[in-house]
């Protein structure tokens, strides 16, 4: 949540990284090919993080969640600026399960994220289960 929007991670068809006005309207919709778990909001940019793959270009998906206009890679984690514009932020992490948990300190200008995933970027970083980005 921001001063003036809130930010929720949602299942499919696929996923859905949603905003809305502090009265209830939607403002955007990010699709991806697995579900969006969890979400949290640094320095304005949205961080996302699920069991996803993809991001899709368009909010079209077809069954089970595949994007049928074009996508973007973004392995379990993902990042979007406040008006929907998804930035080049992209750990590509492991696992199918993938991000379950994000949380972010404003103080120091980290990211924190939980869940199933053990490496990153082409499996060459190890990590299990926990990582921190700042």
Known sequence: MTTDAVYAAANGPGGHLRAFSLGGADRWNLTSDGAFQ???????????????????????????????????????LMSATSNATVTSWAPQADSAYGVGALDSSPGYGTVAAGGAFTTFKGRTITQPRFALFG
């Open 38 to 76: 969890a979400v949290t909001v640094l320095s304005g940019e949205i961080y996302a993080g699920g069991h996803f793959d993809y991001i899709c270009s368009t909010t079209r998906a077809g069954t089970n969640g595949t994007c049928l206009d074009g996508r973007l890679t973004r392995h379990k």
